[in-house]
């Protein structure tokens, strides 16, 4: 198993852009190629709502509500994925956690196919 940790979150103004950070560690972090990591957020009283997930390879699924203003990317020799909101909104205001697992792209933006969770990191844009 690999473990997770988020950061980069805090207090932003609206309209202005955040950059997240998940951390990838653990024994299999750097030799396990098959790790999907997807973005996903969270407010009182909803689900998770998968914005954006990457593969090893790069590929990419985003969630439509937020393409165009959300962007993934992957640092796979110092083990990170980011994840970049612009033009941040006041209903952006969220915990943002980020997930892995063994799975395909596909599935990327599917909550119930992840198992290994961080434990989030909070965005409020006021």
């Known amino acids: 198993h690999v473990q997770l940790v988020e950061s980069g979150g805090g207090s932003v103004a609206p309209g202005q852009s955040v950059t997240l950070s998940c951390a990838i560690s653990?024994?299999?972090?750097?030799?396990?190629?098959?790790?999907?990591v997807g973005w996903f957020r969270q407010t009182p009283g909803n689900e998770r709502e998968g914005l954006a997930a990457?593969?090893?390879?790069?590929?990419?699924r985003y969630n439509n509500r937020v393409e165009g203003r959300v962007t993934i990317s992957r640092d796979n020799t110092e083990n990170v994925v980011y994840l970049q909101i612009d033009d941040l909104r006041s209903e952006d205001s969220a915990t943002y956690t980020c997930?892995?697992?063994?799975?395909?792209?596909?599935?990327?933006?599917?909550?119930?196919?992840?198992?290994?969770w961080g434990r989030g990191t909070q965005v409020t844009v006021s």
């Open positions: 997930a892995a697992d063994r799975i395909g792209i596909n599935h990327g933006l599917n909550r119930l196919w992840y198992g290994v």
């Open positions: 990457i593969d090893r390879e790069g590929r990419t």
């Open positions: 653990g024994p299999t972090a750097r030799t396990d190629s098959t790790y999907c």
